[in-house]
Every structure is written in C-alpha cells, then in structure tokens.
C-alpha cells in the first residue's frame, strides 16, 4: 500500500497497513534509565568509564552536555564507545550557563539531586513539555538537604538551585511510585555525611541502587511488610570508574513488540533486551492477554538480566492490569492502550494516575489516540477504560502527539493495523528515546515513509 506525507511539515506522517508481515531479527538501542545513569555516576567517579551500548538519544544526549558543563570530561570513539573521566564526587564545577535537559523528566529529576548537594549554583531548564512537568515532587525532600530552590510557578522549570557542599542525608518516604523522586533523593545521599535513606510504597525500577553498588557505593535494600522497598545508602563513598554495558530497552522493545504481535503473519526477535523484573510488567500483561511471547538465552550482561524476545503475531483478549503493576511498565500504557483496542473485549487498566505528569498528560492523549481513531476509550478515575474492537481498528484519525515520543510510536503501531491509514502530527520526538526507529522498523517490512 502507499504512504504518503498528510502535510508538508517534515515531521507528520501517514501512516497505512504494511504490504506484508513483518519478519526479522533486530537489536533497539540502549536502556534510557541505564544510560543517564551510567553517564551520570561515571562523572563523579574517578578514573575513566567506558560504556557501550549508550543510547544516543536527544535525551541522554542532554545529560552528557550537563555533566559536560558540570566538570567531566565525555566523548564518544567512531567504534561507538563512551569515555567519561569523571571529576570526583563532591568537586562538581558550578556550570557557566544554564543547564538545558530537552524533553527529559529523568535527566532533570536525576540531576536536580546531584545540584543540591554541591556547593554551586545552577539554572536548569527544559523544552515546553519538560517546562510544564512538575518539579516540586523532587525539591520538596531535595530542601531538607539544606539547598534552596526558586522555580517558576508552583514548581515547574527553570528552575535555579543553590546547592550545599555539607548536604544533611535525607529520610524520605516516596509519597509516588517514582524511580525519579528516588533517585534523586539517593544521589543528594552520595555527597552527604552519614545513611540516606528512602522508603518506597511500591517497588519501582532499582537501576540507581544496582549502578551505584556497581561503582563502589554501600547501598542496602530491604523489603517492607507492605510490599514496599526500603533502601539505604552510605554516603561520601568512593565511587571508582567501572565499565557499563547497556542492555537495549524493554520500554522502546514494545513498540516492535506490539506491533508483531497485531500485524498478521508476523515472526520477529528482539535481542538483547533488559529483562530486569521491574521493567517488564508489559510482557507479563501480553502474555495474559494471549500474546505469543517467549524469552530465548536469558543471561546476565553488565550486571542486568538480559535476554532474547521472539515473538509472533497472535489474537489477543482484553486484560485487567492491576494498579501495583504499573511502575513495571509505567512507560508501556500508550502501546499497551493500542494492542487493547486491537484485541476482543474490553481491557481496563488501573491505577494510571501518574501517567499525567509524562511527556504529555499521557491518560488524555491515549484516549484521545484511540478515539480519533474510531476505538471506543474513557477514564474512569485514575484507569483507562478501552473498548476492543476484535481486531477492527477503524483508524483515519489525526494523532496530535503533544510533544510526546511514546504517543507518536503507538500512533505508528495503530496505523499498521487500522483499517484506515492513521496520520500523526509529528514524529520528530521518538528521537529523544529511540533514534533509527522508523529504519529499524522498516528492516522487518513495516513499509514507514518517514
Ligand atoms: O527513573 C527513570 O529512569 C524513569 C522513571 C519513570 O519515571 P517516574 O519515576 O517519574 O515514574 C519513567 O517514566 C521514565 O521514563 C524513566
Ligand atoms: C516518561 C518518560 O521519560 P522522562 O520522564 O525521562 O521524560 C518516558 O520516556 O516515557
């Protein structure tokens, strides 16, 4: 079938049925949470990191510039590798200019910990969708540290942080199931005397504390009677350059993942995807709804589980995801949301409450995907209510992605398999988290203009 632009901006796309099934064997790009990480602690290790497997999206991209203006020293060889020699922790350099994370709620959540606890000044900024993300949720227990804070309108970027070079050590109880407000919390805890610690309800993705542990720190994790998760960390340790291998990403794995699933005839393996327990809520939620999924070679690489998913299409039956599944997979909702309205019944996800505060109000724009698109969608409190259509997706619809990556990649999904084709405002966000993603999904056949 053709395929062809909707208008002249260089970034929408028309999206139609694929001539073919898709069919092959492909790797996605490196884990975003693993790779803000690794860049992150490699720069306040000393000695030289060398990490393979970085993601080189827009997003990461922004963190290297920030720990570049904040003192360490990042390049990348031709053969793809990442050096950072990092400048020690507590000898941040206050940065001549105002730090710009993008589209990046991570590398500004993450970031804003490591601000507090130096004895500098510093202005943080973002792109529209960053600047209305709210901030408050990490300067709140960030303040007990003794840095101050001035931000734009109850909390949003820019921000300005006057940091501390004696920072307290903080206890906190998340008050969200947020890796973010977590991390943060943890790495103000790196520069300050004594035991951080942090409390959370429900266990949500543990990269900081396995990195850190990776690099030299003292971090402790116990479980709570509630189910939770209570971690301790021992500060002022001696973080040593360690080198990192980035497993690929189970979050952007999805996109391919889902769409083999719906597209029919169609028989794919992923390899080298991260298979870390807190991140693959949405195979377990595929699999219950009859998806034919199965993990080849597992195996530990750098520290994480990784393995191989092959996967072919399958019909797939409505699904109850419980609210304590969410932190598994909080970043899966959008593609989750269009393999539901391909699928027979009527799914309700629960507990999505969090998916406000993303790149775009993530609950508004996925009923708004699927209801321009002839799906049947709407919020109940904090679920998504999702009408299946038996694997009828209408389509003809216009996505408005809203600034947000993940929309446009499921947008791209559902036009696959919509009876009519699907045009998407602008694709040119998936960049921020998974470069080549259009390439990588026509080398299988999915037949993409862009
Ligand atoms: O810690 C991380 O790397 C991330 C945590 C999640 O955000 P929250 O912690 O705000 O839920 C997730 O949505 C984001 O893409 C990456
Ligand atoms: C929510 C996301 O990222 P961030 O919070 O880092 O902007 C995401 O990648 O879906």
Redesign the pocket.
């Given at each position: 079938m053709t395929m062809t632009k909707p208008s002249a901006s260089s970034s929408a796309l028309r999206v139609s049925r694929p001539a073919s099934s898709l069919t092959g064997r492909i790797a996605v790009p490196g884990d975003?949470?693993?790779s803000?990480?690794a860049l992150m602690f490699a720069a306040l290790a000393r000695g030289e990191t060398r990490i393979v497997g970085l993601l080189e999206g827009e997003d990461v991209l922004r963190t290297a510039d920030a720990m570049r203006a904040l003192g360490a020293k990042i390049s990348r060889e031709d053969d793809g590798r990442w050096h950072v020699h990092g400048c020690g922790l507590g000898a941040l350099r206050e940065p001549a200019d105002v730090l710009d994370m993008g589209n990046s709620?991570?590398a500004a959540?993450?970031l804003s910990g490591l601000l507090a606890s130096h004895g500098i000044m510093s202005v943080m900024t973002g792109d529209a969708s960053l600047r209305r993300r709210p901030m408050k949720?990490v300067m709140d227990p960030l303040a007990g540290t003794g840095a101050t804070f001035l931000a734009r309108d109850g909390g949003r970027l820019p921000l300005a942080i006057q940091g501390t070079a004696q920072p307290a050590p903080l206890s906190y109880r998340l008050p969200?199931?947020?890796?973010?407000?977590?991390?943060a919390v943890l790495l103000a805890g790196l520069n300050a005397a004594g035991v951080t610690q942090v409390e959370e309800p429900v266990p949500?993705?543990d990269?900081?504390e396995n990195m850190l542990r990776h690099f030299g720190a003292h971090v402790t994790v116990e479980e709570t009677p509630e189910g939770g998760r209570l971690i301790r960390l021992e500060g002022q340790p001696r973080l040593v350059a360690r080198d990192v291998t980035v497993p690929g990403d189970p979050?952007s794995a999805a996109f391919v993942l889902v769409a083999a699933l719906l597209v029919p005839g169609s028989d794919v393996t992923i390899t080298n995807v991260g298979l870390n327990l807190l991140r693959t809520g949405l195979f377990t939620t595929l699999r219950e709804m009859g998806g034919r999924l199965d993990i080849l070679d597992e195996r530990t690489e750098g520290g994480e589980p990784v393995g191989d998913l092959h996967v072919r299409a399958s019909s797939l039956q409505a699904v109850d995801v419980p609210a304590d599944r969410a932190?598994s997979m909080?970043?899966e909702y959008p593609v989750l949301a269009v393999a539901a309205a391909h699928a027979t019944g009527i799914s309700r996800l629960r507990g999505l409450a969090?998916l406000r505060?993303?790149e775009s109000d993530r609950l508004a724009s996925t009923v708004a995907l699927l209801e321009n698109n002839g799906v049947r969608t709407r919020i109940d409190g904090d679920d998504l209510i999702i009408h299946g259509t038996g694997g009828h997706i209408p389509g003809g619809g216009l996505v408005e992605t809203h600034m947000d990556h993940r929309l446009a990649m499921s947008a791209s999904v559902l036009g696959l398999v919509a009876e009519k084709p699907v045009d998407i405002d602008d694709t040119a966000f998936i960049d921020t988290?998974f470069p080549g993603y259009f390439a990588l999904m026509n080398s299988l056949g999915a037949g993409f203009s862009a």
């Open positions: 975003k949470s693993i803000h990480r709620g991570t959540r993450l949720r969200v199931a947020s890796a973010q407000v977590k991390s949500t993705r990269h900081t979050s932190p909080i970043d969090e505060v993303k988290s």
